[in-house]
């Protein structure tokens, strides 16, 4: 990526969200033949490791606010790669993958480590060791 006609802010707030986009974009862009977004391999990939899990305890995992994960949640379902599996009338969902959706993951798994690959490549392994410990500090910041 070039950088020559880009400059950076004075706003970190503004650097962080171009950054971000920036990289929302490269991740969204291997994970395309897989039909899925960065968002939604992430949710994949933490309802896999919690299943099953509720919708409160997957938002308080990935940090989401619970009405946007539920919002995310809804294509997934509609593709048939998350299931809720709480008995019927019960308030607390218990979400759990299907079979297609473990499938989905593990053809997804390939294209997110390229994205990785891509992304340390660019940065070198020092500057993304400390742009990860940099993330964290930010992170931990909020009141």
Request: aromatic residues 4%.
């Given at each position: 990526?070039?950088?020559?006609?880009?400059?950076?802010s004075v706003c970190n707030c503004l650097n962080l969200r171009r950054a971000s986009l920036a990289i929302?974009?490269?991740?969204?862009?291997?994970?395309?033949?897989?039909?899925?977004?960065?968002?939604?391999?992430?949710?994949?990939?933490?309802?896999?490791?919690?299943?099953?899990?509720?919708?409160?305890?997957?938002?308080?995992?990935?940090?989401?606010?619970?009405?946007?994960?539920?919002?995310?949640?809804?294509?997934?379902?509609?593709?048939?790669?998350?299931?809720?599996?709480?008995?019927?009338?019960?308030?607390?969902?218990?979400?759990?993958?299907?079979?297609?959706?473990?499938?989905?993951?593990?053809?997804?798994?390939?294209?997110?480590?390229?994205?990785?690959?891509?992304?340390?490549?660019?940065?070198?392994?020092?500057?993304?060791?400390?742009?990860?410990?940099?993330?964290?500090?930010?992170?931990?910041?909020?009141?």
């Amino acid at each position: 990526m070039k950088t020559e006609n880009k400059k950076s802010s004075v706003c970190n707030c503004l650097n962080l969200r171009r950054a971000s986009l920036a990289i929302t974009e490269i991740y969204d862009h291997y994970l395309a033949p897989c039909q899925l977004s960065v968002s939604q391999f992430s949710i994949l990939k933490h309802t896999h490791a919690m299943e099953p899990v509720s919708v409160s305890e997957l938002a308080a995992e990935i940090r989401l606010d619970r009405t946007t994960l539920v919002r995310n949640l809804k294509p997934l379902e509609r593709q048939g790669l998350i299931h809720d599996i709480a008995p019927p009338g019960t308030r607390n969902r218990q979400l759990c993958l299907t079979a297609a959706g473990r499938e989905r993951i593990e053809q997804a798994n390939a294209y997110w480590e390229l994205a990785q690959k891509r992304i340390e490549a660019q940065l070198g392994q020092e500057d993304t060791k400390t742009l990860q410990a940099l993330l964290l500090k930010i992170e931990v910041l909020a009141p």
